[in-house]
């Protein structure tokens, strides 16, 4: 059965906003949320940047049911893997099993600022196969030795840890990154409804969940709706791999300048403010083959919305 899950956002919101945010959604029926962890936004107007780790012991704390995950951290170069896998097994041993772990291979905008260099998408995959192997090995509760092509770690342990191996997901977009998910993630992580992904991995072998974030604005009008996306998140109907190589917010909103009205619809941007084209948007990824599909609301208005999709929404999919 699909589950369906709501995005917290945390280039929009602040720490306190965000745990307001989970409490609300577990009450309004979604299965899961899935927090973004950023060191920056994409454009200032979004606005925040906190440490996702601190965010999620509140959150852990503050709902009961709902599954968390994080989509998606990258332990390759801003943070080092032993620092993420200490974070990842403290937030596990909160959650439980309600907790998910997303890995990709980053974004020039977050991984820079500790002034390494930016490596061509092949070395940033394999730094994330060798961090995914030191975070396992940590994870065991061992003490843990690697001298590799990119970590050293000595006579590492973590003492508070989980029984099991926390679920990671592989975030990826492309048929390489895919096949590489299938082989060593325990399931998908994409974003927008496109099935190519799907099938790659399902043609290397994958067979763990597939999860998928749909963006879009639920407003009063679908104009007002545009308005938001083109303040908030211009960034979402940039081409190509522009979100994975521009190095500040500055440089995203001079490209965003680009950007037009038309060009939200192009991007698969739901917002029309009828309960048909949201549950038609979620129809689509689920016929694409995700079984965790959740919803971004770009914007404020996150009440608007929770309580738009508990009301007109989620019912259709009980």
């Known amino acids: ?8 956002s945390s280039e929009e919101f602040g720490p306190t906003e965000l745990v307001e945010i989970a409490r609300r959604a577990e009450a309004a029926g979604f299965d899961f949320c899935s927090i973004s962890d950023h060191f920056h936004p994409w454009v200032s107007a979004q606005g925040e940047s906190p440490f996702v780790w601190s965010t999620l012991g509140a959150i852990a704390e503050a709902t ?12 390759t170069i801003r943070v080092h893997p032993v620092t993420v896998a200490h974070a990842v097994a ?64 000595e006579n590492a342990r973590l003492y508070t840890c989980p ?61 007002e709706a545009i308005e938001t996306i083109l303040e908030q998140w211009p960034n979402g109907s940039l081409p190509g791999e522009l979100g994975q190589e521009l190095p500040t917010p500055a440089h995203f909103e001079q490209a965003a300048a680009l950007v037009e009205k038309e060009d939200i619809a192009a991007a698969g941007t739901t917002t029309e403010p009828t309960a048909e084209a949201h549950i038609d948007s979620l129809e689509r990824a689920i016929d ?25 929404v989620l019912p259709s999919f009980e």
Not at 64 to 75: K, L
């Open 90 to 153: 403290t937030v596990a041993e909160m959650l439980g099993d309600r907790f998910t772990f997303g890995v990709g291979t980053g974004e020039n905008l977050n991984e820079h600022v500790t002034g390494e260099r930016w490596p061509e998408h092949d070395v940033r995959l394999e730094m994330l196969d060798e961090a995914l192997n030191v975070m396992r090995s940590l994870w065991t509760g061992e003490t843990t030795s690697h001298h590799g092509e990119h970590y050293t770690v």
């Open 163 to 223: 029984d099991e191996q926390p679920t990671t997901i592989g975030s990826a977009f492309g048929p390489q990154t895919a096949d590489w998910v299938a082989k060593n993630a325990d399931g998908l992580w994409c974003s927008g409804p496109k099935s190519e992904p799907v099938k790659a991995y399902e043609d290397a072998g994958g067979d763990g969940p597939k999860y998928t974030q749909l963006h879009g604005c639920y407003a009063d009008s679908e104009a």
């Open 1 to 8: 059965m699909t589950e369906l899950g709501y995005t917290l």
């Open 64 to 75: 009961d049911e709902i599954e968390i995950g994080v989509g998606v951290t990258c332990p």
């Open 288 to 312: 694409a083959g995700y079984d965790h599909v959740y919803v971004h609301q770009i914007g404020p208005e996150q009440e608007q919305a929770l309580a738009f999709y508990e009301d007109e």
